[in-house]
T-cell receptor, first 109, second 114 residues
Framework: KNEVEQSPQNLTAQEGEFITINCSYS?????LHWLQQHPGGGIVSLFM?????KKHGRLIATINIQEKHSSLHITASHPRDSAVYIC???????????WGAGTKLIIKP | EADIYQTPRYLVIGTGKKITLECSQT?????MYWYQQDPGMELHLIHY???????EKGDLSSESTVSRIRTEHFPLTLESARPSHTSQYLC?????????????FGEGSRLTVL
């Protein structure tokens, strides 16, 4: 069993739909990262959070430390949101990052 | 906009060649990382550095080496490239002395070894 699991693995939706990507982890963490990787490989950090909720534009990230679960939401999705979204957790025991396998999101016009 | 740069972006070379992938950041970050990523797969840490003259191997065995002579520069070298080294290599940095800093990534170097 992976220590960080994302779901779904692949998601295709229509433009305008509300998107939710989930991340569950089984280790104690200091922080959780959500990152976006576009075709071509570049990675952009979207959020880093250790509690509660953060919002940036149409993106919202939440984390529930007790349930060891985080969600990334995209409101009013757009084709340019098509990318791989990656969850990574920073372990509180050794400060190593453990990466999820990513969720490939495709938004159709 | 992150100020972290990788060169080359794409490289195709023959087996046995020595290569160096460059990574530079202008943000004064102490912590820098090299990740390897195969298509559709997760990132694997191959090297990291918490400051000048500090380098450590990551959790993925790698035949590469790194150096950190200057804060802004963290090159990765393969002494003798093999087809198994074909992959994407991503460099990242994060600020401050806290281990929970935000990550900034370069655009990646896609290496093909024939």
């Amino acid at each position: 069993k992976n220590e960080v699991e994302q779901s779904p693995q692949n998601l295709t939706a229509q433009e305008g739909e509300f998107i939710t990507i989930n991340c569950s982890y089984s280790v104690g963490i200091s922080a959780l990262h959500w990152l976006q990787q576009h075709p071509g490989g570049g990675i952009v950090s979207l959020f880093m959070l250790s509690s509660g909720k953060k919002k940036h534009g149409r993106l919202i990230a939440t984390i529930n430390i007790q349930e060891k679960h985080s969600s990334l939401h995209i409101t009013a999705s757009h084709p340019r949101d098509s990318a791989v979204y990656i969850c990574a957790v920073l372990m509180d025991s050794n400060y190593q990052l453990i990466w999820g396998a990513g969720t490939k999101l495709i938004i159709k016009p | 906009e992150a100020d972290i740069y990788q060169t080359p972006r794409y490289l195709v070379i023959g087996t046995g060649k020595k290569i160096t992938l460059e990574c530079s950041q202008t943000m004064g970050h102490d912590k820098m990382y090299w990740y390897q990523q195969d298509p559709g797969m997760e990132l694997h840490l191959i090297h990291y550095s918490y400051g000048v003259n500090s380098t450590e191997k990551g959790d993925l065995s790698s035949e590469s080496t790194v150096s950190r002579i200057r804060t802004e520069h963290f090159p990765l070298t393969l002494e003798s490239a093999r087809p198994s080294h074909t992959s994407q290599y991503l460099c990242a940095s994060s600020p401050g002395t806290s281990l929970t800093g935000e990550l900034f990534f370069g655009e990646g170097s896609r290496l093909t070894v024939l």
